[in-house]
């Protein structure tokens, strides 16, 4: 699976902005996925990730902020980002992930980041 993310851009803190990740191949709907991201000079961090079945988790820094869907029918993974914080500032990525009911035990299943899309938050 090759995934496009999109949707990035500058936005004042308490906006919103939506986060979309395009995926090529048949297979998408079996995929879990997930949307990371990674702030200058930290980690990249696992911010959500749906399970094929449309099962959820989140970060605790987002939760009741973001909410992560998906439309299979479009090959699509979408990320609605709600009351906008600086610290939310940073490259967000797209990726298949092995889905667990934990959000700490969610891995990525590839190193393959691709470009990301950027997300910065103004005060």
């Known amino acids: 699976v090759q995934l496009q993310a999109s949707g990035g851009g500058l936005v004042q803190a308490g906006g919103s902005l939506r986060l979309s990740c395009a995926a090529s191949?048949?297979?998408?709907?079996?995929?879990?996925m997930g949307w990371f991201r990674q702030a200058p000079g930290k980690q990249r961090e696992l911010v959500a990730a749906i399970s094929s079945g449309a099962g959820t988790n989140y970060a605790d820094s987002v939760k009741g902020r973001f909410t992560i869907s998906r439309d299979n029918a479009k090959n699509t993974v979408y990320l609605q980002m709600n009351s906008l914080k600086p610290e939310d500032t940073a490259v967000y990525y797209c990726n298949s992930v092995y889905f667990r009911a934990s959000n700490y035990y969610t891995r990525p299943t590839n190193d393959d980041w691709g470009q990301g899309t950027l997300v910065t938050v103004s005060s």
């Open positions: 191949g048949s297979t998408f709907s079996s995929h879990s």
